[in-house]
């Protein structure tokens, strides 16, 4: 059935707001929750938002393994500020996704039904106390290089909370790093502990970057709208090349023989990444995979009568909001 | 005057404990707000212990190299978390106490002034968290009908622990059966607010080798200070 438009929506409309956007994309402007955008740029922040706030509450459990063993009260009480802080993470970036339509309850549902992704680094197991420094140290590191970029993307919601997170995520990557140098500047078994959490943490985090520039499906129209900045090849790069100097520090090396500084490139090489991995994890098959998911899933069904008696309680007494979100 | 070492044990044992249970949520809260606000809840507790524990010594030594009978926390504290009721059950009962006697021992109930400055700065924190535990009760009571059973099930559950929380401690200079009637008719009201009745079973176990204070503690307890000493204790001499 064809529907005949009046003549002003088909003509001067919708193409005065896509070029009022292009012009704001071009003049480095933000784009606001009450702009008009074209329903592919909605639609890839809203994917890309949520897998980030699902990365962070997933994220919460490889390191929350270690709350109720932490060797010393001050580490503990790091470890429980630091994984508190990803949750906040989630609340800002489901908050932000809102802002696109996307409410949270939707976006939930799509991770636990496994139609959403989150970052593969968190289907790793977290096997020792040191795992916790090289999760701060380099996941978070990583997760730094990719998002400061981020306080400058084009969605102005999503860059504001990232600056928020970004100022987080550097505290957690300094705790890691001096978790770490603590280790490896203690006893014998610590040093060694500190060395293998590196040398199992050293290549997923490398992957956190996404594949490389050829094989990256989004990123060329990502790019263009300016929610990225960088490609995933240079960003890499960036991170090898900050981590280098400070696994040194550190006192710990890092697993890959071909790693050294090109003089001519200005960057340190280093070996080929076992993609074949990198797409076994993503494609489910990792390490911690059906565990993460598992544990998200029971967490949100056992959680289903506290929320329904929140929303309950709030109909008969009129409150605001119904879903136990005041109470905290 | 130095703060009188059973009470600061005692009372940083409590944080210590409640907090390394409250530390289990993590990852596990019903809804994001709530991971939150437990963990505000279990840092707070954290922050409290280690002041407390450092007025009596190390604070590592204390927390991770001390046997399970030389903890001298209420029995309270050491329950597991059940579910979500079970948790602002326990978390309803222990707030309004450490709310009362912190509200005493700011106010003259130790004469050892750094015990009376914590408490000071830490009643600020607990009337917090028993404002959390309050609203979700009123919540849970007067939500749904399963709601309501759990939370029910849950205040029951935890009753039988509550009468030790005003045995004296030895070295605070605190009517203990003024704080138990306050706190009573706390609790009280905020139950028949939730539409919920106060318990009424026994509030202590008629054993006499006595409880928590005495280094008395329930089986679960040896369980979390094994996983809690663990790591601690397989380096000896090593710093973190
Ligand atoms: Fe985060
Ligand atoms: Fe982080």
Same mark, same amino acid.
């Given at each position: 059935?064809?529907?005949?438009?009046?003549?002003?929506?088909?003509?001067?409309?919708?193409?005065?707001?896509?070029?009022?956007?292009?012009?704001?994309?071009?003049?480095?402007?933000?784009?606001?929750?009450?702009?008009?955008?074209?329903?592919?740029?909605?639609?890839?922040?809203?994917?890309?938002?949520?897998?980030?706030?699902?990365?962070?509450?997933?994220?919460?459990?490889?390191?929350?393994?270690?709350?109720?063993?932490?060797?010393?009260?001050?580490?503990?009480?790091?470890?429980?500020?630091?994984?508190?802080?990803?949750?906040?993470?989630?609340?800002?970036?489901? =908050?932000?996704?809102?802002?696109?339509?996307?409410?949270?309850?939707?976006?939930?549902?799509?991770?636990?039904?496994?139609?959403?992704?989150? =970052?593969?680094?968190?289907?790793?197991?977290?096997?020792?106390?040191?795992?916790?420094?090289?999760?701060?140290?380099?996941?978070?590191?990583?997760?730094?290089?990719?998002?400061?970029?981020?306080?400058?993307?084009?969605?102005?919601?999503?860059?504001?909370?990232?600056?928020?997170?970004?100022?987080?995520?550097?505290?957690?990557?300094?705790?890691?790093?001096?978790?770490?140098?603590?280790? =490896?500047?203690?006893?014998?078994?610590?040093?060694?502990?500190?060395?293998?959490?590196?040398?199992?943490?050293?290549?997923?985090?490398?992957?956190?970057?996404?594949?490389?520039?050829?094989?990256?499906?989004?990123?060329?129209?990502?790019?263009?709208?300016?929610?990225?900045?960088? =490609?995933?090849?240079?960003?890499?790069?960036?991170?090898?090349?900050?981590?280098?100097?400070?696994?040194?520090?550190?006192?710990?090396?890092?697993?890959?023989?071909?790693?050294?500084?090109?003089?001519?490139?200005?960057?340190?090489?280093?070996?080929?990444?076992?993609?074949?991995?990198?797409?076994?994890?993503?494609?489910?098959?990792?390490?911690?995979?059906?565990?993460?998911?598992?544990?998200?899933?029971?967490?949100?069904?056992?959680?289903?009568?506290?929320?329904?008696?929140?929303?309950?309680?709030?109909?008969?007494?009129?409150?605001?909001?119904?879903?136990?979100?005041?109470?905290? | 005057?130095?703060?009188?070492?059973?009470?600061? !044990?005692? !009372?940083?044992?409590?944080?210590?404990?409640?907090?390394?249970?409250?530390?289990?949520?993590?990852?596990?809260?019903?809804?994001?707000?709530?991971?939150?606000?437990?963990?505000?809840?279990?840092?707070?507790?954290?922050?409290? @212990?280690?002041?407390?524990?450092?007025? *009596?010594?190390?604070?590592?030594?204390? *927390?991770?190299?001390?046997?399970?009978? @030389?903890?001298?926390?209420?029995?309270?504290?050491?329950?597991?978390?059940?579910?979500?009721?079970?948790?602002?059950?326990?978390?309803?009962?222990?707030?309004?106490?450490?709310?009362?006697?912190?509200?005493?021992?700011?106010?003259?109930?130790?004469?050892?002034?750094?015990? *009376?400055? !914590?408490?000071?700065?830490?009643?600020?924190?607990?009337?917090?968290?028993?404002?959390?535990?309050?609203?979700?009760?009123?919540?849970?009571?007067?939500?749904?009908?399963?709601?309501?059973?759990?939370?029910?099930?849950?205040?029951?559950?935890?009753?039988?622990?509550?009468?030790?929380?005003?045995?004296?401690?030895?070295?605070?200079?605190?009517?203990?059966?003024?704080?138990?009637?306050?706190?009573?008719?706390?609790?009280? @009201?905020?139950?028949?607010?939730?539409?919920?009745?106060?318990?009424?079973?026994?509030?202590?176990?008629?054993?006499?080798?006595?409880?928590?204070?005495?280094?008395?503690?329930?089986?679960?307890?040896?369980?979390?200070?094994?996983?809690?000493?663990? !790591?601690?204790?397989?380096?000896?001499?090593?710093?973190?």
């Amino acid at each position: 059935m064809t529907t005949l438009l009046p003549e002003t929506d088909r003509g001067g409309g919708p193409g005065a707001h896509e070029e009022a956007f292009d012009a704001a994309i071009a003049a480095d402007e933000r784009i606001e929750p009450r702009d008009w955008m074209p329903d592919a740029y909605r639609a890839t922040l809203v994917r890309q938002i949520a897998q980030h706030a699902h990365s962070e509450i997933i994220g919460m459990q490889p390191e929350a393994n270690w709350i109720t063993r932490a060797p010393s009260l001050r580490r503990k009480a790091i470890l429980m500020a630091k994984v508190q802080d990803e949750a906040g993470h989630g609340l800002y970036l489901y =908050s932000a996704a809102e802002t696109l339509g996307a409410s949270r309850d939707e976006l939930l549902d799509k991770l636990h039904s496994g139609r959403q992704k989150y =970052s593969s680094i968190f289907n790793y197991p977290t096997l020792t106390w040191a795992d916790v420094g090289a999760i701060g140290w380099l996941v978070d590191g990583a997760a730094i290089t990719n998002q400061v970029p981020l306080c400058r993307c084009s969605y102005g919601p999503y860059a504001r909370a990232m600056v928020r997170v970004c100022k987080e995520e550097s505290f957690h990557q300094r705790q890691g790093y001096e978790l770490l140098l603590a280790l =490896s500047r203690g006893t014998e078994a610590q040093h060694a502990m500190a060395q293998d959490a590196v040398d199992r943490w050293w290549w997923p985090s490398l992957m956190m970057f996404g594949p490389p520039d050829d094989a990256s499906k989004h990123s060329a129209q990502s790019m263009a709208w300016k929610i990225k900045r960088h =490609s995933n090849d240079e960003l890499r790069q960036r991170f090898v090349d900050i981590c280098v100097p400070q696994a040194e520090s550190l006192g710990l090396t890092l697993p890959d023989p071909e790693l050294r500084w090109n003089e001519e490139r200005g960057h340190y090489d280093f070996g080929p990444i076992d993609w074949s991995e990198f797409h076994e994890v993503l494609r489910g098959n990792g390490p911690c995979n059906e565990q993460r998911l598992d544990r998200r899933r029971r967490a949100h069904e056992e959680g289903a009568w506290v929320r329904e008696a929140a929303a309950a309680y709030a109909r008969k007494h009129g409150e605001q909001d119904g879903d136990g979100r005041t109470a905290a | 005057m130095s703060a009188p070492r059973t009470a600061v !044990l005692a !009372l940083g044992d409590d944080a210590l404990v409640l907090s390394h249970r409250l530390g289990e949520w993590a990852g596990n809260a019903p809804v994001l707000e709530e991971e939150v606000a437990l963990a505000n809840i279990a840092l707070d507790l954290l922050g409290q @212990a280690r002041t407390l524990l450092s007025m *009596a010594g190390d604070e590592d030594e204390l *927390a991770y190299l001390r046997e399970e009978r @030389a903890f001298t926390n209420v029995q309270l504290v050491e329950q597991p978390n059940g579910d979500f009721a079970h948790t602002i059950a326990r978390q309803l009962y222990f707030s309004a106490y450490q709310e009362l006697l912190y509200e005493r021992l700011a106010g003259g109930g130790t004469d050892d002034a750094e015990l *009376a400055a !914590l408490a000071a700065k830490a009643v600020k924190e607990v009337a917090y968290h028993r404002d959390h535990a309050e609203h979700w009760t009123l919540r849970l009571g007067d939500g749904t009908e399963a709601s309501h059973r759990r939370m029910k099930d849950a205040l029951e559950g935890l009753w039988r622990h509550t009468g030790e929380l005003f045995r004296p401690v030895e070295g605070l200079d605190v009517d203990w059966a003024g704080l138990d009637e306050e706190w009573t008719r706390r609790i009280t @009201a905020v139950l028949e607010r939730a539409t919920l009745a106060v318990p009424e079973g026994p509030r202590s176990s008629p054993w006499a080798a006595g409880a928590g204070r005495q280094g008395v503690h329930t089986e679960p307890f040896g369980r979390m200070l094994a996983e809690m000493q663990h !790591l601690h204790r397989s380096h000896p001499g090593a710093s973190w």
